[in-house]
T-cell receptor, first 112, second 113 residues
């Protein structure tokens, strides 16, 4: 089955700086890669996703890149703000109705 | 628009007691439905998924079972809870197909004592 590795487990950045979280996946058939943000005690919320026919996607301060050859994808957050502090999860899914395989999460801390 | 509900929101149960968690989706037909578990401070683990009424796929062997008695209802059950069943249980749905975004319900926080 699919295996997703996520790094780092904790990331502390100064407010206004950029943050990058990286994930690798094992199943070359995976074709959908979402990123979720989870605040303490709440459900994961989708912040951006990318499909395997696209190499990069951007939404305001958030961008995701995908390298299918290397089987890795990354989340980039620019101009970080205090409200960006949360746990971020990457995930991968193969074709069909398969559920998502998640990374173990990155605790992002924005230092004022 | 689509909405997903879970109940109860919080549950404290003794070891060995039964469990029934319910998830319902509104505003869509024939969704794919999923149950995930998140242990404290950990990632999300897929437990079950369903592509239609009565169709259940299990991802990991465990003390739990799932059922889908109606198109938009997904139930997670156990006959006898274990301490290790404690966690945050999340139901999720997608439109049918492999490219669709997955949305999570509000979750049920289960503590087994």
């Amino acid at each position: 089955g699919e295996n997703v590795e996520q790094h780092p487990s904790t990331l502390s950045v100064q407010e206004g700086d950029s943050a990058v979280i990286k994930c690798t996946y094992s199943d070359s058939a995976s074709n959908y890669f979402p990123w979720y943000k989870q605040e303490l005690g709440k459900r994961p919320q989708l912040i951006i996703d990318i499909r395997s026919n696209v190499g990069e996607k951007k939404d305001q301060r958030i961008a995701v890149t995908l390298n299918k050859t290397a089987k890795h994808f990354s989340l980039h957050i620019t101009e970080t703000q205090p409200e960006d502090s949360a746990v971020y999860f990457c995930a991968a899914r193969g074709g069909g109705a398969d559920g998502l395989t998640f990374g173990k999460g990155t605790h992002l801390i924005i230092q004022p | 628009s689509q909405t997903i509900h879970q109940w109860p929101a919080t549950l404290v149960q003794p070891v060995g007691s039964p469990l029934s968690l319910e998830c319902t989706v509104e505003g869509t037909s024939n969704p794919n439905l999923y149950w995930y578990r998140q242990a404290a401070g950990r990632g999300l683990q897929l437990l079950f998924y369903s592509v239609g009424i009565g169709q259940i796929s299990s991802e990991v062997p465990q003390n739990l079972s799932a059922s889908r008695p109606q198109d938009r209802q997904f139930i997670l059950s156990s006959k006898k809870l274990l301490l290790s069943d404690s966690g945050f249980y999340l139901c999720a749905w997608t439109l049918a197909g492999g490219w669709e975004t997955q949305y999570f319900g509000p979750g049920t926080r289960l503590l087994v004592l």
